[in-house]
Nanobody, 127 residues
Framework: QVNLVESGGELVQTGDSLRLSCAAS????????VGWFRRAPGKGREFVSLITASGTSTNYADSVKGRFTVSRDNDKNTVVLQMNNLKPEDTAVYYCAAYAYIGYDRKLRDDRTYDYWGQGTQVTVSS
């Protein structure tokens, strides 16, 4: 069992930066891949980024590549999504999710893969 809590979302302006955190408790976090997903108003949940259990591999949606960076500290049971040059289309509720898996697989881009989810944090980017 893994409990996830996201934080860091807020209202910002276009071009600003935000740092979202995903804090985990429960089973040792170092065995879990972590994905970030978002749900914009009126849309389905979409993949944003992922980081493998060891932190050696990351992956990003094309829409955020070059602007977002994911990292993790397994000693602190935390995953961070650094978001730079934010755009209005980044407005959404952001969720982190965990799945017990070592290494990278393309299935980690699919939200149906994940077993544990946080409650989400709202990011709003004004134009």
């Amino acid at each position: 069992q893994v409990n996830l809590v996201e934080s860091g979302g807020e209202l910002v302006q276009t071009g600003d930066s935000l740092r979202l955190s995903c804090a985990a408790s429960g089973t040792p976090f170092k065995y879990y891949a972590v994905g970030w997903f978002r749900r914009a108003p009126g849309k389905g949940r979409e993949f944003v980024s992922l980081i493998t259990a060891s932190g050696t591999s990351t992956n990003y949606a094309d829409s955020v590549k070059g602007r977002f960076t994911v990292s993790r500290d397994n000693d602190k049971n935390t995953v961070v999504l650094q978001m730079n040059n934010l755009k209005p289309e980044d407005t959404a509720v952001y969720y982190c999710a965990a799945y017990a898996y070592i290494g990278y697989d393309r299935k980690l881009r699919d939200d149906r893969t994940y077993d544990y989810w946080g409650q989400g944090t709202q990011v709003t980017v004004s134009s």
